[in-house]
């Protein structure tokens, strides 16, 4: 059957791809998202950026007097983590909150509901990318030479974007429907913070308790972008994770939004 | 050619209460399989049993009480709700935006509401610059668009609303309560533009409450009352008919139903 075929089948699924293809619109929604936040600041979004430096800088200082590394190790490891942490939670704890945060638009306008999610990771991605830069920055500086293993990043990077955005798709979903959600991963989010590699290194762990990172979703999606930029290829089996859970993501998200995506307004 | 055909359609609102929407409670009813006292679900049959057949040239009226149910047929017309039950088929390029002030944005300038309102509406970039002449041209906003629409009054921001709200020409036009303030000058405008939207769509359904405006616009009413239709009919006797129902009855019933 091709492409057409199923998407006339099933008109959800061509409204979750149509979504997707209006890039320009939940670009712009995304960069106004971030806009409207920092109007008539004099820095602008620079202030994400700036904070997130002020605290991996002031983090990696203290993290590496603490546990007496080396600091042109533990910082440029800390950046890149924490950086990459702040896409994901941003990411993970405002989407319950999305299509709510829409809802104006939902009840007034025939959009492709997917629009909405495509526009919150936009926006998260933008502060990404800046911050990315200024980890960038800041590995130069105490060490200087990023490798070609950095190019990976322009295949891991999107594939965190086809990770997150079913994810996000669900938990918007789930959010509208069960409005403990929000509360529920704001909990959990600062838990995982800390079980969560970012401040210290899973070599830091005795073998036998790796188990503390070999499950865990987020590191191995951390990974994705950590291990490139500290010059190393991620490992097979983080690659694994990422791509077992995008398939995972995507098939449940698929399933779900058929299912339920009249039922997102009536829920309101 | 456009058409409208709704066949029984029913719109059922469930209302959901704190502690429905709960996961624990969610989670606590399936664990003990038993359905709770507070688990009784809130239903609003906000429309009930609506059949219509719209053909070119109908200028449709909806009118009724606050909450008759004329807002939420406009949104299962446009696409936006999809009715819980009932049969709904859609012919001719329907316009997808009922209302524009929600969307403009007060903090932004005119002219980036104007860029934003152009991404929504799928207006392609080639039809900007035309856009943009043509929301001048209509709005005399001027150098007035480079400001926060917070600093508009409540004219300006409606006469750049109305700008944009018409500034496509669908095959079937939707609109919620679209003229409402605005001083004589700028009625006169908006109705000569808004006449000239409405020769060229095939049909068009306007609920209103400002009985005058479906008089002019319209050549058909219908009248909804809890979710059903009441009446249809022509226009003069229907409104007629409708003012003196107002003057009896001020308080109808709450159409709510528990299961």
């Known amino acids: ?268 | 050619m456009a058409s409208i055909i709704l066949e029984q359609v029913a719109v059922e609102m469930p209302v959901y209460s704190g502690t429905q929407r709960s996961l624990r409670r969610a989670f606590l009813d399936r664990l003990s399989n038993r359905q709770s006292k507070t688990n009784k679900e809130l239903f609003v049959l906000a429309l009930d049993q609506i059949s219509l057949h719209l053909k070119p040239g109908d200028r449709v009226g909806l009118i009724g009480h606050n909450g008759a149910g004329k807002s939420t047929l406009l949104r299962v017309l446009g696409g936006i709700l999809a009715p819980t039950s009932g049969c709904i088929t859609i012919e001719g390029q329907i316009s997808s935006l009922l209302n524009m002030t929600s969307l403009l944005d007060p903090e932004m300038t005119g002219y980036e509401n104007i860029e934003t309102a152009r991404l929504l509406l799928g207006i392609p970039t080639t039809r900007r610059d035309a856009l943009l002449q043509d929301v001048l041209d209509f709005t005399e906003l001027g150098a007035y668009l480079e400001m926060p629409l917070r600093t508009y009054s409540a004219g300006m921001q409606l006469r750049l609303s109305f700008a944009l709200l018409t500034a496509q020409q669908p095959e079937i036009l939707l609109l919620d309560e679209v003229i409402g303030a605005g001083d004589a000058g700028f009625f006169k405008k908006a109705t000569q533009r808004f006449g000239q939207l409405c020769e060229q769509t095939q049909i068009l359904v306007l609920a209103s409450h400002v009985l005058p405006h479906i008089a002019l616009m319209c050549n058909k009413v219908i009248w909804l009352e809890q979710g059903r239709v009441r009446k249809t009919g022509a226009v003069e006797e229907l409104i007629k008919e409708y003012q003196q129902a107002v003057h009896e009855v001020s308080h109808p019933g709450c159409p709510v139903q528990i299961r």
């Open chain 1, 1 to 268: 059957m091709n492409f057409t075929l199923l998407t006339n089948r099933c008109p959800a699924l061509s409204e979750f791809f149509q979504g997707l293809w209006r890039v320009q619109l939940w670009l712009h929604l995304g960069w106004r998202d971030i806009g409207i936040r920092y109007k008539r600041t004099i820095l602008g979004p620079l202030w994400i950026t700036l904070s997130t430096v002020g605290t991996f800088v002031a983090l990696g200082m203290l993290y590496s007097a603490l546990l007496k590394n080396d600091i042109h190790q533990s910082l440029p490891h800390l950046a890149v983590g924490l950086v990459t942490w702040n896409l994901l939670s941003g990411i993970i704890s405002e989407a319950p909150h999305l299509f709510l945060q829409a809802r104006h638009i939902i009840t007034t306008l025939r959009l492709p509901l997917t629009v909405h999610v495509a526009r919150l990771l936009s926006k998260h991605f933008f502060f990404f990318f800046h911050n990315l830069a200024a980890a960038l920055l800041t590995l130069l500086i105490l060490d200087g030479r990023p490798g070609w293993i950095l190019l990976c990043l322009l295949l891991t990077i999107p594939l965190l974007f086809v990770i997150l955005f079913p994810l996000a798709l669900l938990l918007g979903m789930l959010g509208t429907r069960f409005r403990d959600l929000e509360p529920i991963i704001g909990i959990f989010m600062q838990l995982l913070f800390f079980l969560t590699p970012i401040l210290w290194s899973p070599a830091d762990l005795p073998l036998a308790r790796k188990y503390w990172v070999t499950f865990n979703p987020l590191y191995h999606l951390i990974e994705m972008v950590r291990a490139p930029m500290l010059g190393q290829l991620p490992e097979l089996f983080s690659l694994g994770m990422a791509l077992g859970s995008m398939v995972l993501l995507l098939l449940l998200a698929l399933w779900g939004f058929c299912r339920f995506k009249n039922r997102i307004i009536y829920w309101f």
